[in-house]
């Protein structure tokens, strides 16, 4: 169980028409960090469906006719001007996903601008894309700009919630932020992500705390808990199935993979 | 208090709100703008002022202003913003009006990168306006100093009259890292009897200008004010020394180097490599002394001096060290980052070479 997708991830994508998913939260919540993980996840389930010979299976592992999917990740973060998903670039490189973001060269800038290929998320077929979107309000405005496109077709659109930043510590902030979101964007959300952590400081009362934060924002709005994310070390909490186990890629420089001690330092 | 987990520049926004700052001044600028963005917000919620200037040059003189009606200003901004503001500090500085500024460095010269730097070490490190004046500069390397040096830093400039600056890299500003809220230490603030609210019964009204025509004057006003730096220096200085007692080879770092330098040293003191850390915490006045005491003991046979810069705090290295050890260099700059790896092999290669 602990290398699948979470049940209600599973169930939710297992609809062929789902071709674009979109991330968004408050500012930090860990949008990046999630869409990161998700990308790579879902290369490697249609990977794995694939070799079990049931791309049937595979939330969009395949086109109905049975002709494998494509995957690309499309960076719309125009709020942060570091952390966003296009500094991985080499490993979406690795794994045959596309980068889909603005100034792809000069990544490095922070201008407020949209690539043309994004056009291809809503038009191509065959692709599968996560969306991760800016920070609040403010960064899934860029949304509003695709609101007709986006909502011609299914789309499956996430908030990301932690308990642990300030500006959403009760649930009720936390729903007034995705209320927020999507007053802005002109789209319904469709589910939550739980991501309550600390960084190295993270503790299982904390993952436990985050737990029952979604759950509490589920039942105050209605929406599904997608799934929580959970730090791979944390083997206690793997096999539940509304935890999506995740490493972590967007590491500070004095970070190491795997080890929360360096968080510390 | 439960640990919260804030991005640098928002904290250190809701740091200045709970030092009792009055007035924000700021204008925006990648990557520090996330701090006026919350000050926007925030401020108001505590009747406090907030207010977008035209540019870096009206911000500092808002806050000679404000700081001379003897209200508690700050302003933030990037090393381009910054270097506009120069002649403000200058200004603040000969009139004795306090402030705190934080600058959150980018890549330059010019416009230069919107990725870290710590190419403004010389700026702030040597008052960065015309004329003899210094700034107190306080150089956390993680988001809790980070708040509870700007909190500290409001006490700091009103205990001497003079702009303090917080300087952190785009990093810091820009990531999410836990903290916790506690007390920090307080100071006895005189009361602002200089300020300009009026006669209060006085004779007179105070006034504040930096005009000093008269070269005897002026040369007067100078020498006092080198008194008050010179008290800075011998109150301020602040530095941490991590395994600096039996290093063979000592590395001076600050800011966010100083913490990739720590996971490399976390590293090599695992595999039994004998490397301390020197980090200055204030960057001016620098912990001179210290560092001079350290080259003279016999187990530290070299130093290294690692920068986001393309070596500027090493020439404040070498001035304290005064030859008693060698001193290698190892930065990158224009918004590249040193990485541990890199730190490691330079570590390596000076025991090499000291055996």
Same mark, same amino acid.
Not at chain 1, 250 to 253: F, Q, R, T
């Given at each position: 169980m602990a290398d699948q997708f979470p049940k209600a991830l599973f169930d939710r994508l297992n609809i062929p028409s789902i071709k674009n998913m979109f991330i968004t939260g408050h500012f930090g919540s860990g949008k990046t960090e999630i869409a990161v993980n998700l990308i790579l996840q879902a290369v490697a389930e249609s990977k794995r469906q694939i070799a079990a010979g049931r791309p049937d299976l595979v939330p969009q592992g395949c /086109? %109905? @006719?049975g002709t494998p999917r494509k995957f690309a990740i499309v @960076? !719309? @973060?125009? !709020?942060? %001007?570091?952390?966003?998903?296009?500094?991985r670039q080499d490993l979406f490189e690795k794994e045959g996903v596309r980068l889909i973001t603005s100034s792809q060269h000069a990544k490095n800038a922070d201008l407020p601008a949209l690539p043309g290929d994004i056009n291809a998320t809503f038009d191509q077929d065959d692709l599968f894309s996560i969306f991760d979107v800016g920070g609040d309000p403010d960064g899934a405005r860029v949304l509003a700009r695709y609101e007709e496109n986006i909502s011609r077709e299914p789309y499956e659109f996430y908030v990301v919630v932690n308990a642990n930043r300030p500006m959403t510590r009760t649930p009720e902030a936390a729903v007034e932020y995705i209320r927020a979101i999507e007053f802005t964007c002109g789209l319904k959300a469709t589910g939550i992500i739980g991501n309550t952590h600390l960084c190295g400081y993270t503790t299982e009362e904390e993952i436990e705390r985050g737990f029952d934060y979604t759950d509490k924002i589920s039942s105050l709005t209605g929406l599904p808990v997608v799934f929580n994310a959970v730090e791979r070390r944390f083997t206690k909490y793997l096999d539940r199935e509304d935890v999506l186990p995740i490493d972590l890629y /967007?590491?500070? %420089?004095w970070e190491v993979a795997g080890d929360p001690e360096f968080s510390k330092i | 208090m439960a640990k919260e987990l804030w991005k640098g520049n928002e904290a250190i926004g809701e740091a200045a709100v709970r030092a009792g700052c009055d007035g924000y001044f700021g204008y925006p600028i990648t990557p520090q703008s996330e701090v006026p963005e919350y000050m926007s917000w925030r401020m108001p919620q505590v009747g406090r002022v907030f207010l977008q200037s035209e540019s870096e040059v009206a911000t500092i003189n808002m806050l000679y202003g404000g700081g001379a009606a003897g209200k508690r200003v700050m302003t933030s901004s990037s090393s381009p913003g910054i270097a506009l503001m120069q002649e403000g500090f200058s200004y603040m500085a000969i009139s004795e009006v306090p402030c705190v500024v934080v600058n959150c460095m980018r890549g330059g010269p010019g416009l230069g990168t919107i990725q870290p730097g710590q190419s403004d070490y010389m700026q702030a490190t040597r008052g960065g306006g015309n004329g003899d004046y210094y700034n107190v500069v306080l150089a956390p390397c993680n988001m809790q100093e980070t708040v509870d040096f700007v909190q500290e830093a409001f006490d700091i400039a009103d205990q001497y009259r003079n702009p303090v600056m917080v300087v952190v890299d785009g990093l810091i500003g820009q990531m999410m890292e836990p903290i916790e809220w506690h007390d920090v230490p307080k100071r006895d603030i005189p009361p602002k009897t200089w300020a300009t609210t009026g006669k209060h019964g006085r004779d007179h009204t105070n006034v504040i200008q930096s005009l000093e025509i008269d070269p005897e004057s002026c040369n007067a006003t100078n020498g006092r004010l080198h008194q008050k730096f010179m008290e800075m220096k011998k109150n301020e200085v602040r530095f941490d020394a991590e395994n600096c007692d039996d290093a063979e080879v000592v590395v001076v770092a600050y800011g966010t180097p100083a913490r990739i330098v720590m996971s490399a040293m976390k590293e090599l003191r695992e595999e039994g490599v004998k490397v301390g850390l020197f980090r200055p915490i204030t960057i001016w006045p620098y912990p001179t002394e210290q560092l001079r005491k350290l080259a003279g003991e016999d187990h530290v046979k070299n130093f290294l001096v690692v920068e986001m810069s393309e070596g500027q705090m090493v020439e404040d290295v070498d001035f304290a060290v005064q030859g008693q050890k060698p001193i290698t260099f190892y930065g990158v700059s224009g918004g590249a980052i040193p990485t541990i790896e890199a730190i490691k092999e330079h570590v390596m290669a000076l025991l090499k070479e000291a055996k």
């Open positions: /086109m %109905p @006719d @960076d !719309v @973060d125009i !709020v942060n %001007p570091y952390f966003r998903s296009r500094e /967007m590491l500070k %420089p | -």
